[in-house]
Antibody, heavy 118, light 110 residues
């Protein structure tokens, strides 16, 4: 099982960023993809989830208005796009899988650093 | 949901046991048996150590164990080893397909 994420990004305030997460070694549609972020020196923060089979999503209230999570099942890849970036969004963004109906994250991507700076 | 409460740091000597607490509310930790624990070494992705309060994934040493009482969960590491030095995060299901993490605990092996 591997989740391989896209590389580091530098964005200006108010821009958007799209991070990808390519899955391999398992059936992509059998596991939800969650997104978790971590600011430098800070803790983990759950952002939301997506079911790759149905496309259904759910988000933490904090991100509800400015995040989308999508997928391309033909290439087993999930995407997280965050809009209206501010410096407080500077963080490492992780994708993590959870079996559908499960409540824990058993495999994680390597993380993608997003830096927001003018 | 507010972040779950964990001690900022704990420490222990090799061979000793340490316990890390994780306090939530009846809406998360206390409401579901879906607490998980993650180990994170610097610059690395988190690793699942315990799920569903007490279950250990394949490959995780049985020195790691989890428990829960009311709104508080705990991770106990017995027979501390140098490689256990890391940050540890608890996570709980919080209903309506949402999850919440703890603030993290830095474990130092003396």
């Amino acid at each position: 099982v591997q989740l391989v994420q896209s590389g580091a990004e530098v964005k200006k305030p108010w821009a958007s960023v799209k991070v990808s997460c390519k899955a391999s070694g398992y059936t992509f549609t059998n596991y939800d993809i969650n997104w978790v972020r971590q600011a430098t020196g800070q803790g983990l923060e759950w952002m939301g989830w997506m079911n790759p089979n149905s496309g259904h999503t759910g988000f933490a209230q904090k991100f509800q208005d400015r995040v989308t999570m999508t997928r391309n099942t033909s290439i087993s890849t999930a995407y997280m796009e965050l809009y209206s970036l501010t410096s407080e969004d500077t963080a490492v963004y992780f994708c993590a899988r959870a079996i559908v109906g499960g409540h824990h994250f058993d495999y994680w991507g390597q993380g993608a650093l997003v830096t927001v700076s003018s | 949901h507010s972040a779950l409460t964990q001690p900022r740091s704990v420490s222990g000597s090799p061979g000793q046991s340490v316990t890390i607490s994780c306090t939530g509310t009846s809406s998360d930790v206390g409401g579901y048996n879906y607490v998980s624990w993650y180990q994170q070494h610097p610059g690395k992705a988190p690793k699942l150590m315990i799920y569903d309060v007490t279950k250990r994934p394949s490959g995780v040493p049985d020195r790691f164990s989890g428990s829960k009482s009311g709104n508080a969960a705990s991770l106990t590491i017995s027979g501390l080893q140098g490689e256990d030095e890391a940050d540890y995060y608890c996570c709980s299901y919080a209903g309506t397909y949402t999850w919440v993490f703890g603030g993290g605990t830095k474990l130092t092996v003396l």
